[in-house]
């Protein structure tokens, strides 16, 4: 397995694999992965909801690709909320997810200069996210089934500082 990560952005012809990458991450992400509640958030990860953000104006998405195989993803709502970061299980902590952040945050500034960011982060993620500069801004919440903690970073300097 090679270390060498190349990023780009997705094409709507990735939406298969990047709904199998998030729902492999599915025990990582849900408390209780059977738990009904968690229904629509899993929905949300099938391909036809991932084609449905891949083709709307809103939604920017990149992926980092080893050997030609996804080994993460990146998407943002807007220009200002990290929606998805999905990292494959043997790519976690490993720096992956940094230089996706990075790619997407040099390719936002390019358009819109957001006052802050915006991310609900998986609790094993937020450490990831504080050595980018994102701080908690609410204690860690549950809905739907899904934990998560509020995060937002103020401007891009903090996430630039850490190259």
Request: charged share 20%.
């Given at each position: 397995?090679?270390?060498?990560?190349?990023?780009?952005?997705?094409?709507?012809?990735?939406?298969?694999?990047?709904?199998?990458?998030?729902?492999?991450?599915?025990?990582?992400?849900?408390?209780?992965p059977?738990?009904?509640?968690?229904?629509?958030?899993?929905?949300?990860?099938?391909?036809?909801?991932?084609?449905?953000?891949?083709?709307?104006?809103?939604?920017?998405?990149w992926?980092?690709?080893?050997?030609?195989?996804?080994?993460?993803?990146?998407s943002?709502?807007?220009?200002?909320?990290?929606?998805?970061?999905f990292?494959?299980?043997?790519?976690?902590?490993?720096?992956?997810?940094?230089?996706?952040?990075?790619?997407?945050?040099?390719?936002?500034?390019?358009?819109?200069?957001?006052?802050?960011?915006?991310?609900n982060?998986?609790?094993?993620?937020?450490?990831?996210?504080?050595?980018?500069?994102?701080?908690?801004?609410?204690?860690?919440?549950?809905?739907?089934?899904?934990?998560?903690?509020?995060?937002?970073?103020?401007?891009?300097?903090?996430?630039?500082?850490a190259?």
């Amino acid at each position: 397995m090679s270390d060498s990560i190349q990023l780009r952005e997705a094409l709507p012809e990735d939406a298969p694999a990047m709904a199998a990458l998030a729902q492999s991450l599915l025990s990582q992400l849900l408390a209780d992965p059977a738990d009904p509640a968690t229904a629509d958030f899993r929905a949300s990860l099938n391909e036809a909801a991932v084609a449905d953000r891949l083709a709307d104006p809103d939604y920017r998405h990149w992926l980092a690709l080893a050997d030609g195989q996804l080994v993460g993803q990146l998407s943002l709502r807007g220009f200002s909320h990290l929606y998805h970061l999905f990292i494959a299980t043997d790519w976690q902590r490993r720096g992956v997810g940094r230089q996706l952040w990075l790619r997407a945050l040099d390719s936002t500034l390019v358009q819109a200069v957001p006052a802050v960011f915006t991310v609900n982060a998986a609790p094993a993620a937020v450490p990831a996210y504080e050595r980018w500069g994102f701080r908690a801004v609410e204690a860690p919440q549950r809905q739907n089934g899904i934990d998560y903690v509020p995060m937002e970073l103020c401007g891009p300097a903090p996430a630039a500082a850490a190259n």
